[in-house]
Structures are given as C-alpha cells and as structure tokens.
C-alpha cells in the first residue's frame, strides 16, 4: 500500500492550500481504510493530528484548525484531500497523510511521504 501526498507549497497568511492524497496498492477501494487522516510535524517537535475521516464516519478537527481546514475523501479517486484555509504562520509544517487499515487488533498505519506548507506573515 502505497499513499503519495502532493499540494504542498509556499503561500501568504490568509491564503490556501489544498493537499492531496492517493492511495494506491493492494487495496480495493479507499474503504478498505479504517481511518484517513492529515498529520503535521515542525522540527523538534512530536507529530500531531490534524484532521482525520473515519470510514462511513464524521470528520475530526484538531481544535487549532477548526473552521479553517477541511478534509475530504473521493473514494472513485482513492484520494484523500485537505483544504487549507486562512491559512497561518504556524500552519507551517511537514504535512503527513496517513491511512489505518486492516482489521481490528490488526490494524496498522501507512504514512505518506510528506508535503511542506510554509506560511508566510
């Protein structure tokens, strides 16, 4: 299973950014996922969430990007998308798309290569 990330770039504060994600492999459809989600990581500090979509389930926001980012998934396209807007200084970071599948007790997470957001003051 493959998860190729794009979309990331330099942009003003108050701009946005759309990252995508697609997933490729042996999988079936982007339902085989139990969960898809966007991480982001600054150096020296641990990787958190940013957004995340459980399967046939409700979208989950870190309370710092609530109203401004939306995730979404396409499952015609196996891809997995976050719009990034209102975008700010601190929304700089290595962006990460992440995707857990298989069974539960089983389950494990596949990463993405990741995609860089400076946002600029």
């Known amino acids: 299973v493959q998860l190729q990330a794009s979309g990331g770039g330099f942009v003003q504060a108050g701009g946005s950014v759309r990252l995508s994600c697609v997933a490729s492999g042996t999988i079936s459809s982007l339902n085989s996922f139990n969960v898809m989600g966007w991480y982001r990581q600054t150096p020296g500090k641990l990787r958190e969430l940013v957004a995340k979509?459980?399967?046939?389930?409700?979208?989950i926001y870190a309370d710092s990007v609530k109203g401004r980012f939306t995730i979404s998934r396409d499952s015609a396209k196996n891809a997995v998308y976050l719009q990034m807007n209102s975008l700010k200084p601190e929304d700089t970071a290595l962006y990460y798309c992440?995707?857990?599948?298989?069974?539960?007790?089983?389950?494990?997470?596949?990463w993405g290569q990741g995609t860089q957001v400076t946002v600029s003051s």
């Open positions: 979509i459980p399967r046939g389930g409700s979208p």
């Open positions: 992440n995707g857990n599948l298989g069974p539960l007790g089983m389950a494990r997470d596949y």
